[in-house]
């Protein structure tokens, strides 16, 4: 076989968690005693506490030594894998690099150390970031107020469902406007958060050249429209023309317009939201600004309306006062619910705005040219790929940040899937590419999204890894698909994770549900190098 054969070995720890490496008496620290003066400044504590909110016994937490403690998440962190490890391209995920260097200031103790219910004079600077990052938010999408308050993604999709709720519940048209149009290819979350917020969601289905018509949305907009929510680019890294003809045709309806820039990364200093005639739009800080995107925590939505729904924005949200400082406007008003509590996740803030300002505007666009350079790059190396095809081939036009491709004709022509190339490339040391977003209506998808912060040698060896496993595919299909063979979990047995007595949420489910597998389910499981 041609192409790149790989040496990677991952790590294979068969860790037990953290809960079970507990020794009673083990300490790792030994925390000093409360000072007198404190102690008898504030009395006993838990017993100003109301009786049903103290504890009857201590917590059941792990008593485990310093060292065995950096030895167990060093193990772990050895069967990870990740763009701090190697080359990834995750599509849809925008994965990119975070310097380490907004970590290191996020972590200070000038922002560590806050609480979020100081007194509003000790919280000034970081009101005052918080402000600065806000009139940075205007100026790249055009909003007039943007919220942090959103927790990810989804959230922040789900804040411009309630907006438009709000704003239509404020005109008495509630009633009548209950529908809410997205597109197949747009984020799933912009079909399912208008839902969850008690619209119902009409998706349109893309025509030849992969996206949604005009005629299309002509014919679902009716005065039942209360507002228009897509990605664009769409998930498949095409940018529908008609965008703002969109727009105008629902704005003419009487809907408002959101536009979800969770693929906005080869936007940033080309094309803002409100220019397009949106009325709200919103951007995932830890994807396009380098929160970062990862370990599905610390994530952060930022939401920006135009003035006119600027009311309707939940509290509280930072001002400027006449004393020529910040204050916290816990005023509700017309404002929607809280989405989360306080202010957000500062710290992704923090990240975000030190992200941006170390590159500056020209570097912003820089960004987004490098990233639709990069991505096509990829384009013409992967259409030599065998097996791989790019949907709708009537549509020429240069693809913006990713693609969706697709292994429809080696998979018909060898038995190997996509799923099967994605197991594999584990094995070649690069991180796995994503499938598709439902509803998945590629065949046999494979999402890449190279971003800007990968060199040319680094797509190339992700490009040998696609390659020689295509190769393989089509030479020895039944090793293609038994992957991955050198990671540190080998192939999942299909019918664990789909037999929830195999797995728990909890480490009181895990126990529970432990005591209970049968000898069959613990083969299984323990299978799988530190399966459970």
């Not at 048209?173 to 529908?179: P, S, T, W, Y």
């Amino acid at each position: 076989m041609s192409g790149q054969r790989s040496a990677f070995r991952a790590a294979r720890w068969n860790e037990p968690l953290i809960t079970e490496l507990s020794e009673s008496g083990a300490r790792g620290v030994v925390p000093p005693a409360v000072d007198a003066g404190i102690v008898a400044a504030v009395g006993d504590v838990a017993a100003k506490l109301p009786a049903g909110a103290r504890r009857a016994s201590v917590p059941d937490l792990p008593e485990v030594t310093q060292h065995r403690v950096l030895r167990h998440f060093l193990r772990l962190s050895q069967m990870t894998m990740g763009f701090d490890v190697t080359t990834d391209m995750m599509g849809t995920c925008t994965m990119k690099y975070s310097p380490k260097v907004h970590d290191h200031i996020a972590r200070g103790a000038r922002l560590a150390d806050l609480h979020p219910l100081q007194a509003e004079e000790s919280l000034q600077g970081l009101l005052e970031l918080m402000h600065r990052f806000n009139r940075i938010m205007c100026e790249i999408s055009g909003m007039d107020e943007f919220t942090f308050q959103p927790a990810s993604g989804a959230q922040g999709i789900y804040t411009n469902a309630c907006l438009i709720r709000a704003y239509h519940e404020s005109r008495g048209e509630l009633g009548q406007r209950d529908e809410i149009i997205t597109t197949s290819f747009s984020h799933p979350a912009d079909a399912a958060t208008p839902a969850v917020a008690g619209f119902k969601v009409i998706t349109l289905m893309p025509g030849d050249m992969g996206f949604a018509g005009i005629d299309t949305l002509k014919a679902a907009i009716s005065e039942r429209t209360a507002g228009l929510m897509l990605t664009n680019p769409e998930d498949t890294g095409q940018y529908n023309p008609h965008i703002r003809e969109f727009v105008d045709l629902v704005h003419e309806a009487g809907g408002l317009c959101a536009y979800d820039q969770a693929n906005g990364n080869p936007l940033l200093g080309v094309v803002r939201a409100a220019d397009t005639g949106f009325d709200m739009c919103q951007f995932n800080l830890h994807k396009t600004f380098s929160a970062p995107h990862g370990a599905l925590g610390m994530g952060c939505a930022a939401v920006g309306v135009k003035e006119h729904l600027r009311k309707f924005l939940p509290r509280p949200i930072v001002t400027d006062n006449d004393k020529g400082g910040y204050s916290l406007d816990y005023d509700p008003g017309d404002g929607i619910d809280r989405i989360r509590a306080f202010i957000g996740n500062v710290h992704a803030v923090l990240k975000a705005y030190s992200w941006v300002m170390s590159l500056g505007a020209e570097g912003l666009r820089a960004v987004a040219e490098t990233a639709v350079l990069n991505n096509n790059y990829m384009i013409s190396k992967m259409r030599n790929v065998p097996g791989v095809t790019i949907p709708w081939p009537a549509n020429n036009y240069p693809k913006l940040e990713q693609v969706r491709y697709s292994f429809e004709k080696m998979s018909e022509e060898t038995g190997v899937t996509s799923h099967d190339v994605i197991d594999r490339m584990v094995d070649f040391g690069v991180q796995h590419c994503m499938p598709s977003h439902v509803p998945m209506l590629v065949p046999e998808p494979f999402t890449v999204e190279p971003g800007e912060s990968l060199t040319i040698e680094e797509m190339d060896h992700m490009l040998n890894a696609i390659k020689s496993i295509a190769e393989e595919a089509y030479e020895n299909a039944e090793k293609a698909q038994g992957g991955p063979y050198n990671a540190a979990t080998t192939k999942i047995d299909n019918d664990v994770p789909e037999d929830p007595d195999c797995w728990a949420f909890t480490y009181r489910g895990y126990q529970r549900k432990k005591e209970m597998w049968t000898s069959d389910q613990r083969r299984k499981i323990e299978h799988h190098q530190g399966g459970y």
